[in-house]
C-alpha cells in the first residue's frame, strides 16, 4: 500500500521537521493561529473567478487549475518559498505519476502582486522520492525531533507546544 504523503507534509518538511511530526499524528494547532486564519482568508478572497481547492485522492489539494495547464498555490507570503516550491513540484510529481502530464505550476503571492513559475524536472522527481522516504521515517519516529529554533518559530502555530 502507497504511503499517504500531502502536500501540506512536504512543506512542513521544509519548514520544520517537528511541526512535520506534530502534524502526521494529528496534533494540529493551526485552527486558531492568526496567521493561518489571515492565509485563510486570503485564499478565500483570492482568483474569485476560479474554481478553487481541487482534492484528488484525498491527498493533495490544489488551490486551483488555471486554463492553461497551470496549476497555482496560493502564499501569503515569500517567507518559505523553498517550502512552497516543493510543495507545487509534489503536486505536479504526484499527477505524473498518475499519467497526468503537460502541467507546470506556480506559486501566486496576491499580496506581493508576484508569481514563481514552477517545473518538474527527472532531478526533482529523483529528490521527492528521497523526500518521500525521509517524511515516512519522521512519521514513524516515536517521538518529535529535537527541537531546533528559527526565525520562523514566533509565528509558527506549534510554537507554545514547542517552548512553553
Not at 500531502?6 to 492568526?34: A, P
Not at 502541467?103 to 526533482?124: F, M, Q, T, W
Request: proline fraction near 2%; hydrophobic fraction near 30%; charged fraction near 35%.
Amino acid at each position: 500500500m502507497e504511503e499517504r504523503i500531502t502536500g501540506v507534509m512536504i512543506y512542513y518538511y521544509f519548514v520544520c521537521s517537528r511541526k512535520l511530526w506534530y502534524f502526521c499524528h494529528q496534533i494540529n494547532m493551526e485552527d486558531e493561529n492568526e496567521n493561518v486564519q489571515l492565509g485563510k482568508l486570503l485564499d478565500e478572497n483570492s482568483y474569485k473567478r476560479d474554481d478553487k481547492h481541487i482534492e484528488i485522492d484525498g491527498i493533495i489539494n490544489i488551490d486551483f487549475i488555471h486554463e492553461k495547464n497551470e496549476l497555482h498555490e496560493i502564499k501569503k507570503s515569500k517567507s518559505i518559498e523553498e517550502a512552497g516550491i516543493w510543495q507545487v513540484k509534489y503536486y505536479l510529481y504526484y499527477l505524473k505519476k498518475r499519467n497526468v502530464d503537460g502541467l507546470h505550476g506556480v506559486i501566486d503571492y496576491p499580496l506581493l502582486k508576484k508569481n514563481v513559475d514552477v517545473e518538474l524536472s527527472d532531478e526533482d522527481c529523483k529528490k521527492l522520492d528521497d523526500i518521500i522516504k525521509e517524511i515516512i521515517s519522521v512519521k514513524n519516529q516515536e517521538y518529535p525531533p529535537k527541537l531546533e529554533e528559527k526565525k520562523i518559530c514566533k509565528k509558527c502555530a506549534y510554537y507554545d507546544l514547542c517552548f512553553i
